[in-house]
């Protein structure tokens, strides 16, 4: 079983409108890796020039933010779900 | 009308129109509410702010929403209180309670809820949403009634009983989600992606958040146009105490302070700050959840989330969005940060309570317990105007005091009466 990414509308567009996405298991850089070959520009949206995930992204594994795992180098393995959120909002 | 000319966001400037959006595309940052300031002070005065309604729509000329027609259950102009017994006790001559604990709903959820509904039903949605510590639940749903819109409010579920009832009185649909406050948060984000629903901490943030403005400009107009020379704020995302901030310096830069010259605002409004703005802003946050307090003590100018486990609920949120921006202008206001021990908030709302005769919930102690912590480490002088913000209502949160109550058990006879009497603190007054 793959592991299921859910898409943020912001990314949507490069993701030809899909809300959700299907990858390999791996760890979380390899996965952007990934789906910086399938849509090109999402990279560049998730991590910042330091290659550390931006202020402003929050990804979660199963609902745990990868800030409270081991972030980029988070594993991720068949039937997980992945959720890429942007963190502005609630308050 | 409003005075918007399109939103812009906070990190990488790139415009945006003024729609129901709060990320920018590129980069995830905020998106905040750009304002037409050229022809806002060709028409705002004292004159046409006292001619307006007693709520917070008597400053439309600076808030994102028309306040021709707006949904008001009449949030704001709350008192300003002198708190003498208060300021006797902690040695501060100039002492004042904003009580913004008797807001319709009960809290300042309403300004910030006032404006989002007002604009998410100006954009054509029929539902209004949030992710709520449950003020805003409370809220959401009680202008939702007013405007005959639909609500639905999501809650961890393990909140007070007084915030759970004080929402679902009005009728929503209410979501109690296992799981903090972030949790929620992260949950409705993803719901909004996928729902035609005004999310009013979400998609309407941008407008949502700008309704804390009022925080300063009524406290500013209360005091004659004048500003404290410290405020005391509590914060969960950081939204308010930047927003507060940011009333003052409008206030300043449109020429509407006491004696102040007004001045152009520059290309990036949010960071704008008047020199004639010397109030130093003051954050309050209990110790089992004060990620924004733990960065300013560490000197580090981001945020570390934290799993919150907090007795101040409403301020339980471990990933606050605006940390970084109230870290700024805790910096740009010579300010400061107190993270509360939690057996010292309960402590805070029997002071307010036993000394003015305010009932606040346990945000509220949590602003108590750091004025006492400031006016006792000498960080605020006696003389100096000071304003302490009180947000939310106590009886929203009575859980957290049962321990006051403690009657004289009697039977229905004088004789028993005047037995219990002896020994009870009443009976030193006879």
């Known amino acids: 079983m793959p592991v299921t990414v859910r898409i943020p509308t912001p990314l949507r567009r490069m993701t030809n409108g899909q809300d959700k996405v299907e990858m390999e298991e791996s760890n979380l850089s390899t996965m952007i890796e990934n789906l910086e070959a399938s849509y090109p520009g999402v990279k560049e949206r ?7 995930l931006r202020y402003f992204v929050n990804i979660y594994l199963n609902g745990e933010d990868v800030r409270f795992l081991d972030g980029l180098d988070t594993s991720a393995s068949s039937g997980d779900e992945i959720s890429i959120v942007p963190a502005v909002a609630g308050g | 009308m409003a005075f918007v000319s399109g939103l812009r966001c906070r990190e990488c400037s790139r415009e945006y129109p003024g729609e129901a959006l709060n ?5 995830f940052g905020p998106l905040e509410v750009v304002y037409d300031y050229a022809t806002i002070s060709e028409v705002v005065s004292h004159d046409r702010i006292a001619a307006g309604p007693l709520s917070i729509w008597r400053y439309h000329d600076l808030l994102p929403a028309s306040g021709e027609d707006p949904v008001d259950i009449l949030a704001g102009f709350t008192p300003l209180l002198k708190a003498r017994n208060l300021g006797e006790r902690l040695g501060l001559k100039n002492l004042y309670i904003k009580n913004d604990s008797v807001n319709p709903s009960f809290s300042f959820k309403d300004r910030v809820v006032s404006v989002a509904a007002t604009k998410a039903r100006e954009f054509g949605f029929e539902t209004i949403a949030c992710a709520s510590t449950g003020n805003l639940a409370c809220s959401v749903a009680a202008h939702a009634a007013r405007a005959g819109m639909r609500s639905v409010v999501f809650i961890p579920s393990d909140l007070e009983r007084g915030k759970v009832i004080g929402a679902a009185v009005y009728g929503p649909t209410m979501v109690a989600v296992e799981g903090t406050y972030d949790e929620v948060n992260r949950l409705c984000s993803e719901v909004g992606d996928n729902y035609p629903w005004a999310f009013v901490n979400i998609n309407m943030r941008p407008y949502y958040a700008e309704g804390s403005k009022t925080l300063g400009y009524e406290v500013a107009e209360q005091l004659d146009w004048r500003i404290p020379d410290h405020v ?7 939204a308010m105490f930047t927003k507060i901030w940011k009333g003052f310096n409008e206030l300043a830069c449109l020429g509407l302070l006491d004696g102040v010259d007004a001045m152009t605002f520059g290309p990036d409004q949010n960071t704008v700050h008047h020199p004639a703005i010397t109030t130093r802003m003051h954050m309050a946050q209990a110790e089992g959840c004060s990620p924004i307090v733990n960065a300013w003590v560490g000197g580090q100018n981001q945020i570390r989330p934290v799993r919150p486990d907090s007795i101040a609920k409403s301020l339980a949120i471990g990933n606050p969005a605006d940390g970084i921006y109230a870290l700024r202008v805790i910096k740009e206001s010579d300010g400061s940060a107190y993270a509360v021990p939690e057996p010292q908030v309960v402590e805070g709302i029997k002071l307010l309570a036993e000394t003015e005769g305010i009932f606040t919930e346990t945000a509220g102690g949590v602003t108590v317990s750091t004025l006492k912590y400031l006016a006792e ?6 003389d100096e105007l000071t304003v302490a913000y009180i947000t939310g209502n106590g009886l929203k949160t009575q859980e957290a005091v049962e321990e006051v109550v403690n009657p004289l058990y009697i039977r229905p006879s004088m004789s028993s009466f005047e037995e219990a009497l002896q020994g009870s603190p009443a009976s030193a007054s006879l």
């Not at chain 1, 998730?46 to 550390?52: A, C, K």
């Not at chain 2, 005391?232 to 950081?238: D, L, R």
């Not at chain 2, 480490?377 to 006696?382: F, K, L, T």
């Open chain 2, 23 to 27: 990320v920018c595309d590129f980069c």
């Open chain 2, 232 to 238: 005391v704020i509590p914060s969960a995302s950081g």
């Open chain 2, 377 to 382: 480490s000498g960080a605020i002088g006696a």
């Open chain 1, 46 to 52: 998730l991590i910042d020039e330091n290659g550390d």
